[in-house]
């Protein structure tokens, strides 16, 4: 079966993301590359509303790695996109225009709610949907873009601002999150949630099945995981895709990674050192709202918004020919 090799360029506010596939038209998408450079790019856009002169030039640099790095594997087709952070940055415009001069290609800064629909499409093709509708939740670094639909449609999309950089550099929150610290991101997630809450009400069968995905996401489950099971066996596969998070774990998990410093939730298992300074911030939002919306607890997808981005360029392109 033929196959078309996609470079997609995820220009996020933790990090730049590079991720090279060949995708097939059975839906098929094989990894050949992934590259990542993170910047946090969405905590200083969040503390001083602009991209800082420093971090601009660590962005430029960062594409041109990144842009080599797919010259060199290849690609046939290339999906530049930015999101939260190039979005909300009073400079975004200009720090765009240098990125698109560096990469050579033009970059396409996303809506939230585009950014929600993208991550749904993948998010569906990731994981088991069925006919009824579901909900999807991708935490960023920026914002969390929230979703319902099906296994054929999109029927609601919205965009909060609630991801874990811009939290951090609302709130310039320290190693161990105080009590008030926790309570104060909690009532902002409820606060920030009501467009989620909304779709809820108008989908009520949506919130039997909620999907999730994002590095926060992941790393709970995998972190999850190693608390509640046996370590795998050497060489088994890590995948967390469709393993579910209960509500009380999750709410368990924001409670313990809030109460540790940064050394000590780097000595947990599973977890990654690029993860662990924002993961508090994100088990409590998730935990937040999986309450105050009555949800029983969250499905992994590890397929979201890149993937998304694929199958959506690929089915426009067959629909065009």
Do not use: Y
């Not at 809506?111 to 991550?119: H, P, Q, T």
């Not at 499409?121 to 319902?148: C, H, K, N, T, Y």
């Not at 606060?191 to 909620?210: C, H, L």
């Not at 000595?267 to 088990?283: E, F, K, S, V, W």
């Amino acid at each position: 079966m033929p196959s078309v090799r996609v470079a997609v360029f995820d220009l996020g506010s933790s990090s730049f993301h590079l991720m090279v596939v060949d995708a097939f038209r059975d839906g098929r998408l094989v990894p050949v590359l992934r590259r990542r450079s993170f910047l946090h790019l969405g905590t200083e856009v969040a503390k001083t509303g602009e991209v800082p002169r420093e971090r601009s030039t660590a962005a430029v640099a960062a594409v041109r790695r990144l842009q080599e790095a797919a010259d060199k594997a290849g690609a046939d087709v290339t999906v530049a996109l930015a999101t939260a952070a190039l979005r909300d940055a009073t400079n975004g415009a200009r720090v765009l225009a240098r990125l698109e001069r560096e990469l050579g290609t033009p970059i396409t800064l996303v809506s939230g709610d585009e950014e929600a629909r993208l991550c749904f499409i993948g998010q569906r093709a990731g994981v088991w949907v069925g006919a009824d509708p579901v909900l999807g939740f991708d935490l960023g670094g920026g914002s969390l873009e929230a979703a319902v639909g099906t296994a054929d449609s999109v029927l609601a999309v919205t965009s909060v601002a609630l991801g874990t950089a811009r939290i951090q550099g609302e709130f310039s929150t320290g190693d161990v999150l105080s009590a008030e610290e926790r309570r104060a991101i909690s009532d902002v997630a409820v606060a920030r949630a009501e467009p989620i809450k909304a779709m809820v009400v108008g989908e009520p069968m949506a919130a039997r099945r909620v999907i999730a995905s994002g590095g926060t996401v992941r790393a709970l489950a995998k972190l999850a995981m190693g608390i509640h099971r046996p370590p795998p066996a050497s060489g088994a596969s890590t995948s967390v895709n469709q393993v579910e998070v209960p509500a009380g774990q999750l709410a368990e998990l924001a409670d313990r990674l809030a109460s540790l410093d940064l050394e000590s939730r780097l000595a947990l298992p599973g977890i990654q050192a690029r993860r662990a300074p924002l993961l508090p911030i994100g088990a409590i939002v998730l935990s937040a709202l999986v309450e105050h919306l009555g949800l029983s607890g969250l499905v992994v997808s590890e397929w979201g918004l890149r993937e998304g981005a694929i199958l959506d360029r690929l089915a426009l392109t067959a629909a065009a020919d």
